[in-house]
């Protein structure tokens, strides 16, 4: 089971970059990670390793000044902690610390620590933990279902420990970091206990206690499966969710866009989408413009000759709108000819990232490139993009199944009928 594990994240560790880059110390590839099994060091070499990833940092992570990280800062808040780690069950979550303590989103470190859960998923709301789907038989018996709170995880009221949690977490902005958090709430990493105690409340204020064992691992359970394009139609209002920015999602995108022509309005739906390759984003760009139009990075997207839509475009962003999936919303934003509707982004378009390894094989990863910074000059780092018309889904919205974003983007859309 260990080995499935770790083939399927490395799947999903090779679909977020796929270029190769060049390490202070070696040239390293994400098809070397693909083959790389998982790094297991004796004490002698931690301090030399972190040492090398400090070093790394120092050199090469270009938003050190931004965040107010120091080398030397590094050094005093981590080593004295990896001197005395014994083995890697203690040498990882120092690790996820200190590359969460860099505040961005593509600076990761890939520990082979894996993550272990139970099929359950949530979600914040009105300042709650709040459960979205229960695919646990035996907690579904119990009565847990969608709607439900989470009031404690292990007796520590659930907004603590989450921020607790996010320790692990490498996220570029507060909601960012919030986001992961709530996304790992029913997740452990193998060097955690695998019995997690979670006190629920439901609607009608009837409680559950429940110690939940959390074996199963992540890659199993990754939430709601949502194909790379969805597509409906809300009478003459076409929607389109582009929920990845790999998987030949232009392709994918075009031959959903060609159905929606003879719609009035479009809405585009990028709430699910972690990123993937900004070209695609530049692409699917050229289909929603009709003159040529400033992007990121100081460059041009012109209109597609032949698949192109012209009608109102509203567009749906969320906490999880992240990196190519963020840059694309933002230059959709500065174009002027959409109205973006939802919660702040996710506050980190990418900045390059490159991947490096240690000596011994540690891989982690860091932006290289700066921060991006968008047509208009609004920054693409550490500050999500805010919409037009925030929306946000409220407890009863949650209980009752509702998507209040969709609803008003509908209503927003019939408003302005031609």
Not at 65 to 82: E, N, Q, S, W, Y
Request: net charge neutral.
């Amino acid at each position: 089971m260990r080995k499935l594990a770790i083939g399927l994240a490395i799947i999903i560790l090779l679909a977020l970059l796929s270029a190769c880059s060049v390490s202070p110390y070696r040239v390293a590839c994400w098809t070397e990670l693909s083959s790389a099994a998982p790094v297991v060091l004796s004490p002698e070499y931690f301090v030399q390793e972190v040492e090398a990833m400090i070093t790394a940092i120092d050199k090469h992570y270009a938003h050190r000044t931004l965040k107010g990280i120091t080398a030397t800062g590094l050094r005093d808040l981590f080593l004295p902690r990896v001197r005395e780690a014994k083995d890697m069950d203690e040498l990882n979550p120092i690790l996820l610390e200190m590359f969460a303590y860099l505040r961005n989103g593509h600076a990761n470190v890939f520990t082979m620590a894996m993550e272990f859960g139970v099929p359950i998923w949530g979600t914040w709301a009105e300042g709650h933990l709040v459960i979205t789907r229960v695919e646990e038989p035996s907690l579904k018996e119990a009565g847990l279902a969608r709607g439900w709170v989470v009031q404690q995880v292990n007796g520590v009221p659930a907004l603590d420990w989450l921020m607790e949690r996010s320790r692990y977490v490498s996220a570029s902005t507060p909601q960012a970091s919030l986001s992961g958090s709530v996304d790992r709430a029913f997740l452990r990493y193998e060097f955690e206990p695998e019995i997690r105690t979670y006190t629920f409340v439901a609607p009608s204020g009837s409680v559950l206690k429940k110690e939940v064992l959390l074996t199963t691992p992540s890659q199993n359970m990754r939430g709601v499966i949502r194909h790379p394009i969805e597509r409906r139609a809300f009478g003459d209002i076409g929607y389109i969710a582009i929920n990845t920015m790999t998987d030949g999602i232009v392709a994918r995108f075009d031959r959903a866009l060609g159905d929606m022509l003879n719609k009035t309005a479009l809405i585009v739906d990028l709430r699910f989408n972690r990123g993937g390759s900004s070209v695609s984003g530049d692409q699917m760009m050229k289909r929603l413009v009709q003159v040529p139009t400033r992007i990121w990075g100081g460059r041009v997207a012109h209109p597609h000759p032949a698949l192109n839509y012209a009608g109102n475009v509203v567009v749906l962003v969320g906490p999880h709108t992240f990196s190519a999936a963020e840059s694309f919303a933002f230059d959709l934003f500065d174009s002027g000819r959409v109205t973006v509707i939802g919660m702040p982004t996710a506050g980190c378009s990418g900045g390059g990232p490159m991947l490096f390894r240690t000596r011994k094989g540690i891989f982690f990863r860091l932006p290289v490139r700066g921060r991006d910074i968008s047509a208009s000059g609004l920054p693409m780092e550490g500050v999500g993009l805010q919409p037009h018309i925030h929306v946000e889904p409220t407890l009863l919205d949650i209980v009752n199944g509702e998507d209040p974003v969709l609803e008003e983007a509908l209503q927003y859309l019939k408003a302005r009928k031609p």
